[in-house]
């Protein structure tokens, strides 16, 4: 008889995002007819900008054409989207980051998931509460934690680091030395941002003590606040200690289409072994490349037309943020985020717990947004709004909560 990975069992419910899709389906079911405002998943809705379109035709054409038709991707990506971003997200920067420390994927999620991977089982990790659910639910999978504790909301065995007003939304250094460090900056799902000399301190905390920091910049194109970072890797040191994951989906729309990356310094060594290397290995054996079209429309979006055409889409979504900020302000909500990322968090009123108002919304309101709770304990008392629906539907949302 074939034993399962028990693992599994110790995951409460399922993923974050699919209980609430059908709750809120559920909900439309009873209530045909009735116009939901869904600001719950950040999912975009602006199509993919002109740029990327012509990119993703001419590719097309190639691949009708036996002359430039290609088959199997390079498993860790075409050169000429690993170079332009090594260029234009790193070089630019000041950062030391070369084009064979890139890595393409079909998006941060799947690296996000896949990366803890290549480190020991027993290794701690150590999260941010709350926390994108990605990180802990994939080790949980692996038996790197022990049971989940009800009580507290958590999972034992994992190092929850708080993320309260008290301090900006940006962790404290942990006093129990975790070896694997999950951040991410713009923050998913606070929207705090952190500063350079704040995120120098974890570089140098986890060069210290030889920990490894995976770092999620997926929204690093939401930042206008001056002085703070855009990669890991414009901190001294970043390159000894830290894996960053990038996305495709929130700076370009590529939800749908799936492109991502992930980068591994070479210079990262642990017991003398190389974690590029078994990132590479672990690439090549069980990945295929993201497709040659997306991988050109990956490129797309350095060219200058696709650079100005971005800039404008992410304008666009921050005008919604600013929407979404202002309008629970005056409503007297207490907010915070939205100003260098796309996600605001605010805390419910009256005390009522994180599901309770999203019950509240989805009735009252028929507008749906993410309990806070569903990202760890400390998200309890709090709910997350995304600033990527449309300018129109993102104002109605504005307009019946207030009327609430
Ligand atoms: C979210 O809503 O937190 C994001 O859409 C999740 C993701 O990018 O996978």
């Not at 079911?29 to 012509?54: F, M, N």
């Not at 492109?259 to 003398?272: N, Q, S």
């Not at 971005?310 to 929407?323: D, H, P």
Request: charged fraction near 20%.
């Amino acid at each position: 008889m074939v034993s399962v990975n028990k693992n599994y069992q110790k995951l409460p419910g399922s993923y974050l995002f699919s209980t609430i899709a059908k709750k809120v389906n559920a909900y439309q079911e009873s209530h045909p007819g009735e116009k939901i405002i869904r600001l719950g998943i950040g999912d975009v809705t602006q199509p993919l900008v002109p740029a990327v379109i012509s990119a993703l035709h001419s590719a097309v054409d190639e691949m009708a054409d036996a002359a430039s038709f290609r088959g199997y991707a390079p498993d860790l990506g075409y050169a000429f989207l690993r170079e332009v971003i090594a260029r234009e997200d790193y070089q630019a920067r000041g950062c030391r980051i070369n084009a064979d420390e890139i890595f393409i994927s079909d998006g941060a999620k799947s690296d996000s998931g896949n990366i803890q991977e290549i480190f020991d089982r027993n290794s701690r990790i150590a999260v941010c509460d709350p926390v994108y659910p990605v990180y802990v639910d994939t080790n949980v999978m692996a038996g790197r934690t022990g049971s989940y504790n009800a009580d507290r909301g958590n999972f034992d065995g994992v190092i929850y680091m708080p993320c309260r007003k008290e301090n900006e939304f940006v962790p404290d250094l942990p006093e129990e030395v975790p070896d694997i460090i999950y951040l991410c900056f713009p923050n998913n799902p606070t929207g705090s941002a952190v500063s350079k000399d704040r995120l120098q301190e974890w570089v140098d905390y986890a060069n210290r003590n030889g920990s490894v920091i995976i770092y999620d910049a997926a929204y690093e194109a939401y930042i206008s606040t001056p002085g703070v970072p855009h990669s890991i890797y414009e901190c001294e040191g970043a390159e000894t200690c830290a894996i960053e994951l990038r996305s495709f989906s929130k700076n370009a729309g590529f939800t749908g289409l799936r492109l991502g990356f992930t980068v591994v310094p070479k210079a990262l060594i642990r017991e003398g072994i190389s974690l590029h290397g078994m990132w590479a290995r672990r690439h090549g054996t069980k990945f295929n490349g993201a497709p040659y079209i997306v991988q050109r429309a990956g490129e797309a979006v350095y060219s200058s037309e696709g650079r100005q055409q971005l800039s404008e889409q992410v304008g666009y979504y921050m005008r919604n943020a600013g929407v979404i900020l202002n309008g629970l302000r005056d409503a007297g909500y207490e907010v915070s985020g939205g100003v260098d990322a796309p996600y605001i968090w605010l805390r419910t009123p009256q005390g009522m717990t994180s599901w309770d108002f999203f019950d509240y919304l989805l009735n009252r309101a028929k507008v749906v947004g993410t309990p806070g709770s569903g990202f760890g304990a400390f998200g309890e008392g709090y709910f997350r709004l995304t600033a990527f629906g449309t300018y129109e539907n993102t104002v109605e949302a504005l307009e019946r909560i207030r009327a609430l």
